[in-house]
């Protein structure tokens, strides 16, 4: 069992009158790669913020490492990576001021890795004495990542990295982290909305709702054991599933059950026969009937 | 005609959408209770004309600047080149209120001061520059230039009185007027592009002083990172920079550059140093001048002031913005502790200020040296006055709202503008030991100011990331 990078208990926060976590519990495990996933406004970049001790939360607490967040230390703060959901970075250095400005800060830099980034995500010639404020939002968002990446973290957050970036960046991305970020056993909370891009990278899923983290595991076996189970209530009323996600009324008598049936339960299902409707989920329906 | 209307509502849509229009409404009722006033208590042509002149002045004013506006945002790039006829009603719509607002002017001047040609020439010449300095900012200084240049000439060839008493007020005026539809002829296109790079560069510019003049908030120029002006004016801050970045520097100053050059106390140091410069030069070449003598140095002071207030603005304009930076900071090795946090960002801060207020006090005395028409001693006061400002660098950064915006810093110049008035008009009957108790009274609420202001924000969350508990 490797042992927790991440550990949230219990965490609270509101913004004024509006709840936006409520009593997150959330453990992450050395090497794990995680895809957070939460609809707009779920709470998904408060989490992240508050589990790098950007804001103050309400009630609850959470380690790194096993610091509390709002005593990191530095070597812990060393370890650190994290890609802002908001690409606007110094807006007034060049990407190697911007780039020098980091490394004399951190204990360690991978320098050789930067320049690589640097040339192969076209922050070559001129590009590297351009201000990044007249950078568009893509570039902006890949000299950001370039930045996170460049002392070698042993954790990586990433607050909707790739949202701004063009197919061909994406791919550059997810390229980079699969080859050297995971395979370096990083672990890696990754929030996006592009769930092509999570299936690529993400071993477990967890999803945000109503302020909780209403589903977390491995993704394959989620996607591989989730079953929607429409049928008439009178069939489904009875049956009762040990790992049931939800459980929906719909119209004319018809319920439909969102499960991850075990064996057992899957062979009580098939001997209910042609009254049941049994379908495997893909991730993008498991976002919608999760979230919903 | 219904192009027209709809060109002539938006000014009036826009206002009403940015909030009630109290300003016209109080100045319609300040003309209304004048007017009748005026007429019931004196009965004179003149004083009624006063009671006029002033608050429907300002209302034709206020509406020009809303027209023209208006008009150059309605001219974006898209409309102007694929809308029919949109950039000619503009265009047209502009020289018409143009001549009706000159006209109404003149009128209103010739009922007040009983000069009606000379008011026409001036209220056109005025309302030109209003809606030239749109499409040209820099425009808005040649007024201020112009009476520089007749007051510093020793033997002007044209000056503008010498005209009239010459021509008349009538042919000047005429004269003045023809010179003036002639230049607005040839600027309206200008003032009202038709697409191109050129256009959308103009109209990024645009949005971008509407963008301050609206939040009070300098959002970073794009443009500005790319001009020479802009290098030259963050050089001191690179440089700088890259000596920290090459080690040794403290992490609470990194944390400063984090801030980026707005926020940088030696950027403000250039207008003082300029301003010195330009001051031994103009001595040197015009030698004594009653003029000279007399404004430089306020002038100077003016500046300096402006400079300070810019400062204290952006400072803080540039905590707010640069939170997502702030927050990177806080997670790199080295970043400083928590509990000392405010400790050292005040420190920085204050120390900021206090270097450039000082280098910016040794060049108005200076200044005052090389003219020779101000004491020292009372040009140090006036900058004193601006010591009691430092407070406003304490601040719950971690529960910001929003920054202090640009209307504090016109504050600030009014005042310093009121303040200077009034200590030329009575600097001569003062001792030169008023002056100096002035001085030590600002130092000392200074004093207490901080040390109240330095109590409370100790007692605060950490200051950074800011805005992250509004």
């Not at chain 2, 009922?111 to 309302?127: E, Q």
Request: net charge positive; aromatic share 8%; glycine share 8%.
């Amino acid at each position: 069992m490797n042992a927790s990078v991440v550990n949230i208990a219990a965490v609270s926060k509101s913004f004024g009158a509006q709840p936006v976590l409520d009593g997150v519990d959330w453990n992450i495990a050395a090497g794990k790669v995680v895809g957070l996933l939460g609809r707009n406004g779920a709470g998904k970049s408060t989490l992240l913020e508050c589990t790098l001790g950007l804001r103050e939360v309400d009630a609850g607490g959470v380690t790194l490492f096993g610091d509390p967040v709002a005593r990191l230390s530095d070597a812990t703060r060393a370890r650190i990576g994290y890609v802002p959901q908001k690409p606007e970075l110094f807006e007034w250095l060049t990407p190697i001021q911007l780039l020098a400005y980091f490394q004399a800060q951190y204990p360690r830099w991978n320098a050789a890795k930067v320049d690589g980034l640097l040339t192969r995500w076209g922050f070559s010639g001129n590009m590297r004495r351009k201000p990044v404020g007249i950078m568009s939002v893509g570039e902006k968002q890949r000299l950001s990542i370039i930045r996170a990446l460049a002392h070698d973290p042993d954790l990586l957050i990433l607050d909707e990295p790739v949202a701004s970036l063009d197919p061909a960046g994406r791919r550059d991305f997810l390229r980079e982290l699969i080859d050297d970020v995971i395979e370096r056993d990083t672990t890696v909370i990754f929030s996006t909305h592009i769930l092509s891009d999570l299936e690529r990278v993400a071993l477990d899923v967890a999803f945000l709702k109503d302020g909780k983290i209403a589903l977390q595991s491995p993704l394959d076996e989620l996607l591989e054991s989730a079953r929607r189970i429409t049928g008439p209530s009178a069939a489904l009323s009875a049956l009762r599933f040990a790992d049931e996600i939800r459980r929906e009324p719909g119209a004319a008598g018809i319920v439909s059950i969102l499960a991850r049936p075990s064996v057992t339960e899957m062979a009580a299902l098939g001997a209910e026969g042609s009254r049941l409707q049994v379908e495997a989920l893909s991730l993008e329906d498991l976002f919608v009937e999760v979230t919903k | 005609m219904k192009g027209y209307l709809q060109i002539l509502m938006q000014p009036v849509l826009q206002r009403c959408a940015a909030g009630p229009l109290w300003m016209t409404w109080l100045l319609t009722a300040f003309m209304l209770v004048g007017v009748v006033v005026a007429e019931v208590v004196t009965g004179k042509t003149a004083i009624v004309g006063v009671a006029l002149f002033i608050p429907l002045g300002s209302l034709t004013i206020l509406w020009w600047i809303a027209f023209i506006q208006s008009a150059v945002q309605q001219n974006l790039p898209l409309h102007a080149q694929l809308v029919p006829q949109h950039r000619g009603r503009l265009m047209r719509l502009t020289a018409m209120l143009w001549l009706a607002g000159t006209l109404a002017l003149g009128c209103l001047s010739a009922l007040a001061l009983g000069h009606f040609c000379m008011g026409l020439l001036a209220s056109a010449a005025l309302l030109f520059v209003m809606a030239v300095g749109q499409r040209y900012p820099k425009a808005g200084a040649v007024p201020a230039l112009l009476v520089m240049v007749f007051n510093l000439l020793p033997h002007p060839v044209i000056h503008p009185w010498l005209l009239v008493e010459r021509y008349g007020e009538s042919a000047v005026a005429i004269a003045g007027l023809i010179l003036l539809a002639g230049a607005g002829a040839a600027l309206l296109p200008l003032m009202y592009l038709r697409g191109g790079d050129r256009h959308w560069r103009w109209q990024m510019k645009f949005a971008y002083r509407q963008e301050v003049l609206r939040t009070g908030v300098m959002p970073e120029s794009g443009a500005s990172l790319t001009t020479k002006w802009g290098w030259w004016q963050q050089i001191a801050y690179t440089m700088s920079l890259k000596r920290a970045c090459s080690g040794g520097v403290s992490s609470a100053r990194m944390q400063m550059y984090a801030l980026g050059p707005n926020a940088y106390w030696m950027r403000y140091t250039v207008m003082p140093a300029l301003l010195t410069l330009v001051s031994a030069a103009l001595s040197i070449l015009l030698g004594p001048s009653v003029f000279l003598n007399k404004f430089a140095p306020l002038y100077s002071v003016f500046l300096t002031m402006i400079g300070i207030g810019m400062f204290v603005q952006n400072v803080g304009v540039a905590i707010y913005r640069t939170s997502t930076e702030q927050g990177l900071l806080r997670l790199t090795p080295g970043a400083v502790p928590e509990v000392i946090f405010n400790r050292s960002l005040a420190r920085a801060l204050l120390g900021g200020f206090f270097k450039l207020w000082l280098v910016s006090a040794v060049s108005v005395v200076v200044i005052g040296k090389i003219f020779g028409g101000a004491g020292w001693i009372y040009l140090l006061s006036l900058t004193a006055l601006l010591l009691p400002f430092s407070v406003l660098l304490l601040r719950n950064f971690a529960a910001m709202r929003e920054p202090y915006g640009s209307s504090m810093t016109a504050l600030m110049a009014a005042g310093a503008l009121l303040v200077l008035l009034a200590s030329s008009a009575v600097d001569v009957l003062l001792w030169s030991q008023v002056w100096m108790a002035t001085g030590i009274a600002c130092v000392l609420l200074t004093a207490l100011l901080l040390g109240r202001g330095w109590r409370r924000m100790m007692a605060m969350p950490a200051a950074f990331p800011a805005s992250r508990m509004a």
